[in-house]
């Protein structure tokens, strides 16, 4: 009579196609840390080899070297715990993030300053409450005149005082976030 397991005991053991998901999972979050900056990769929980192996995918040209250079990369990422590595990635894509939706709240503040008036200053005044105040109302002012100008002459689409309220917006909210306590 032939050796028969039962079907129970084969629900612990993983499949060839999960392991070869498993292992290329692994090889794709070797390819995210080759595009890494080093500043970034110094703060990444890696042992020397991998470490040695991406220094030296930077040295290689050719594609099929690359290639092959990061099947190595996915072979290394077996013998090391991926959990560290994804928890700062997630960290470094929220930063990203962060920055982003910071940027594109300072666009919105700039295009209500020139669009609106003393309201949209009151807002922002009542945001930074330690802005120059007399300097907003001046770059705004610029800036809407900028507008009005580009409007009627078509060859002239000039946006040096609207950038100018841009810049003096970042310096408030970076101010503002070096001296916010919840940083």
């Not at 290639?67 to 990422?77: D, E, T």
């Not at 700039?110 to 309201?119: M, P």
Request: net charge neutral; no cysteine.
């Amino acid at each position: 009579m032939p050796n028969t397991t039962p079907p129970e005991d084969f629900d612990d053991i993983p499949s060839k196609t999960d392991i070869k998901k498993q292992m290329l999972s692994l090889q794709e979050l070797g390819e995210k840390l080759l595009a890494l900056k080093p500043k970034q990769l110094k703060q990444m929980p890696l042992n020397d080899n991998l470490l040695n192996a991406i220094d030296e995918a930077g040295r290689i040209k050719a594609r099929g070297a690359m290639k092959r250079h990061k099947q190595f990369i996915g072979k290394l990422m077996r013998d090391i715990d991926p959990e560290p590595i994804i928890a700062q990635f997630e960290k470094i894509e929220s930063a990203h993030q962060m920055l982003n939706k910071t940027f594109h709240h300072l666009e919105v503040m700039r295009e209500e300053l020139i669009a609106g008036g003393n309201e949209s200053i009151g807002n922002v005044i009542s945001e930074y409450p330690t802005i120059d105040k007399p300097k907003l109302r001046q770059l705004t002012k610029n800036a809407k005149k900028e507008k009005e100008y580009n409007a009627t002459h078509e060859t002239d689409t000039s946006s040096k005082h609207s950038r100018a309220l841009f810049r003096f917006l970042r310096e408030q909210e970076q101010g503002a976030s070096k001296t916010d306590p919840d940083d």
